[in-house]
């Protein structure tokens, strides 16, 4: 059984910034870590993601603007949000799973046995 725990959402202007935490249950194993956000009616897609090595990858939609970061000491996921858009209001949720890899864009939530309860991000222009 593992936990995780999101926090950090909240309501920002368009072109602020916000960083997600996301808490998980200490582990020998390191485990393939992701960010998902989904809005009312769409599928949810996943943002950003980093491998059991250390390398993150990026969806087209958030690169360059968003940044993923694990500290193991802390237990704890990062998402840093810089220069944010109307278009990234969602309910963003964490993810994790063992023994995957490759980027963000090949992967489905399909892919992931353990999940956080999420927490909103809401833009405004």
Same mark, same amino acid.
């Given at each position: 059984?593992?936990?995780?725990?999101?926090?950090?959402? @909240?309501?920002?202007?368009?072109?602020?910034?916000?960083?997600?935490?996301?808490?998980?249950?200490?582990?020998?194993?390191?485990?393939?870590?992701?960010?998902?956000?989904?809005? =009312?009616?769409?599928?949810?897609?996943?943002?950003?993601?980093?491998?059991?090595?250390?390398?993150?990858?990026?969806?087209?939609?958030?690169? @360059?603007?968003?940044?993923?970061?694990?500290?193991?000491?802390?237990?704890?996921?990062?998402?840093?949000?810089?220069?944010?858009? =109307?278009?990234?209001?969602?309910?963003?949720?964490?993810?994790?799973?063992?023994?995957?890899?490759?980027?963000?864009?090949?992967?489905?939530?399909?892919?992931?046995?353990?999940?956080?309860?999420?927490?909103?991000?809401?833009?405004?222009?």
């Amino acid at each position: 059984q593992r936990d995780l725990v999101e926090s950090g959402g @909240g309501s920002v202007q368009a072109g602020g910034s916000l960083t997600l935490s996301c808490v998980y249950t200490p582990t020998y194993n390191n485990y393939y870590s992701a960010w998902f956000r989904q809005t =009312p009616g769409k599928e949810r897609e996943g943002v950003a993601a980093i491998d059991s090595y250390g390398s993150p990858s990026y969806s087209d939609s958030v690169k @360059g603007r968003f940044t993923i970061s694990k500290d193991n000491d802390k237990n704890t996921l990062y998402l840093q949000m810089n220069n944010l858009k =109307p278009e990234d209001s969602a309910m963003y949720y964490c993810a994790e799973e063992l023994n995957l890899y490759g980027t963000i864009a090949t992967k489905t939530t399909d892919d992931f046995g353990w999940w956080g309860q999420g927490t909103q991000v809401t833009v405004s222009s």
